[in-house]
């Protein structure tokens, strides 16, 4: 089924939609007949209803609030498209696993959206997250941060924003691939939440970042994201959250927030998921109320605002691709015709020094081995015996048909970590660099210097470096997609990038617990 907007092809969507929702019920000759006779509700009923590649939030409510199709439905459709791409067809294996319980749980938030309404905007709404993110062995699934180490080993219990979502109704529908531990290892091919969000395979995801890891997916998937202020999301039960190949893992840079197809439903899942958690310390400095960020989508937003453009070192005409420059000139008109004033360009004083430093790593190579080996310690139980780092590479030695593969035998990153000894006068004085870099001579100086309302990038190149080594969030969405002609590259084993149609995002960058005025600038420019 390729993506067309043609009206057969959107009424064939239709039909398989309802045919998939119903074909494990009935035996029938034909999608059509089978919709009909299945459901109380006619193929007519869903006439100009958007399919589910695109389906949002809002517009699945309305569906279910009308009775059009049930959550029961959403989780059967939504299953059986996996099923058709996953493994079989293009195999792209976003998915590690479903939820064996997730139909069960349809079935009873369906009932009590009859009897007393939804809970929330997720009330029944499926949502996919990271295989970092814990989720009770008891409901049937696995937390493997994509490593064998972990297959079958049983968790203390779910995560904190796992217990936000189910509080809210949420249907966690499976676990998403990614690079193993989070892209610490080595150089993987990542796969994952954010391929699901832009295939339609399921209406949210969950991501995780540390430097890069929701803004990258979200750029190059050509989605909406929101990497949180670190300490606005929970972490508890998060097995870390990395992205860029050089570095790896931290309590200091670790957030958990959503790719989505649209800023609107990145707005609803933040908005659940947001909050204190006793179980993570960080989320206790946030302000006492969490907004609703669905009150941040006004069209509006950047009327009288102040937007930067931080050039210097990260968005330079020999290091920027030419049609992500010209896209992103493009989008600075878009932003003055909002009625935004471009302050271009508003540097980081600490550019340079950011570009230079190592800092970053000597955090996290320290920060990755005590939280690998904290969440070891605090399992349950875990069959492969592993029970921290050094074991874990023993492990990945001895079973390399599992873990090394050809061409992806890397484990230097672990080794470095593991050769660390802990939080010494080094690690507290690059913590302390870092946070001066990111935040005070980076990001809140351009801020303060420019009388800013945010800054604005590409959302590739090092955008991620300086709202990382902060702890400073980052709202991205789709600017435009790479030309036919652009120059094919090699971005590790297996992988390409850029390529002709890789789609490129735009991301808003601001001070610590400015999400409620990102998502509007972003809402807005979208
Ligand atoms: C997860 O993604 C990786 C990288 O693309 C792939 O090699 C692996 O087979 C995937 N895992 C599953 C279970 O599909
Ligand atoms: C984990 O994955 C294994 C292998 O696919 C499966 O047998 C098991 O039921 C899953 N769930 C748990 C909680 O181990
Ligand atoms: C969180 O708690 C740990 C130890 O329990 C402490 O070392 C750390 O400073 C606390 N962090 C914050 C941000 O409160
Ligand atoms: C781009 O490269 C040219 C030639 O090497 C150099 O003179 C110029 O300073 C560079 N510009 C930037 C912004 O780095
Ligand atoms: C950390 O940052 C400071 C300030 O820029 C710099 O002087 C120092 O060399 C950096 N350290 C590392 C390990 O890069
Ligand atoms: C391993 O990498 C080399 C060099 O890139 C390549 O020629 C070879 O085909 C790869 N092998 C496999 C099994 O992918
Ligand atoms: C790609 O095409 C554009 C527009 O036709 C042209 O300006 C550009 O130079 C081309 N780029 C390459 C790498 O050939």
């Known amino acids: 089924m390729a993506l067309s907007n043609s009206r057969s092809s959107r009424l064939f969507h239709l039909v398989a939609f309802i045919f998939i929702s119903s074909c494990f019920i009935t035996q029938l000759k034909g999608a059509r007949a089978t919709a009909e006779l299945a459901s109380s509700t006619t193929v007519d009923d869903l006439e100009g209803f958007p399919d589910l590649y695109e389906a949002s939030v809002m517009e699945l409510q309305e569906g279910l609030d009308a009775g059009l199709f049930t959550s029961v439905d959403l989780v059967t459709a939504y299953f059986a498209r996996i099923d058709e791409v996953n493994l079989k067809g293009p195999a792209l294996r976003p998915v590690l696993e479903l939820n064996p319980s997730a139909l069960q749980q349809a079935a009873a938030l369906d009932a009590e959206r009859k009897v007393s309404g939804k809970r929330s905007l997720l009330h029944g709404i499926p949502i996919l997250l990271k295989d970092n993110i814990a989720t009770i062995a008891s409901e049937g699934m696995n937390t493997t941060a994509g490593s064998f180490s972990l297959l079958r080993s049983i968790v203390p219990g779910d995560a904190g924003v796992v217990k936000k979502l189910r509080e809210a109704g949420a249907i966690i529908l499976g676990k998403a691939n990614l690079s193993e531990f989070a892209e610490f290892r080595g150089n993987l091919p990542p796969v994952g939440s954010g391929v699901s969000a832009s295939i339609g395979l399921v209406t949210v995801t969950l991501g995780t970042e540390t430097d890069g890891s929701i803004t990258c997916p979200t750029d190059h998937n ?67 109320v969490v ?76 920060d990755f081995k005590i939280q690998l080996n904290a969440w070891f310690a605090a399992l349950i139980e875990n069959p492969s015996g592993v029970r921290n780092l050094a074991e874990l590479i023993a492990f990945d030695n001895a079973n390399p048909e599992l873990e090394e593969p050809t061409n992806f035998t890397d484990q230097s990153e672990f080794i470095e970590s593991e050769a660390t000894t802990g939080m010494n006068a080094q690690y507290f004085a690059s913590l302390a660099f870092d946070r001066e870099l990111g935040a005070t001579s980076g990001i809140d100086a351009a801020l303060k210097e420019n009388n800013l309302d945010a800054l604005l990038l590409p959302a590739g190149g090092l955008t991620t470096v300086p709202a990382a080594i902060a702890g400073y969030p980052i709202v991205t969405v789709p600017l435009g997609f790479y ?33 409620f005025d990102l998502v509007g600038f972003a809402y807005a420019y979208e």
Do not use: W
């Not at 957030?255 to 990145?266: K, Y």
């Not at 009327?303 to 600075?332: H, M, Q, W, Y």
């Open 222 to 288: 050509n989605l909406a994201g929101i990497k949180p202020t670190v300490g606005l999301t929970s972490r508890a039960g998060v097995l870390y959250a990395m992205a860029s190949k050089v570095i790896p893992i931290s309590e200091h840079q670790d957030t958990v927030g959503p790719l989505c197809r649209s800023m609107t439903d990145a707005a609803i899942v933040l908005s659940v998921i947001a909050g204190k958690d006793p179980n993570d310390n960080f989320t206790l400095a946030q302000p006492n």
């Open 291 to 366: 907004p609703d960020y669905t009150q941040a989508l006004n069209k509006g937003a950047l009327v009288g605002k102040r937007i930067g453009v931080p050039r210097e070192v990260f968005l330079n005409p020999n290091g920027t691709d030419p049609s992500v420059l010209a896209a992103f000139e493009e989008a600075l008109d878009t932003i003055r015709s909002l009625g935004a004033t471009v302050v271009d360009p508003a540097n980081l004083p600490s550019a340079q020094q950011i570009a230079a430093s190592k800092n970053e790593t000597v955090v996290l190579d320290v």
């Open 483 to 515: 030309p036919e002609n652009v120059t094919i590259d090699s971005a590790g084993p297996l992988t390409v990038y850029p390529a002709p149609g890789v789609p490129f995002g735009l991301s808003f960058l601001g001070t610590g617990f400015s999400e």
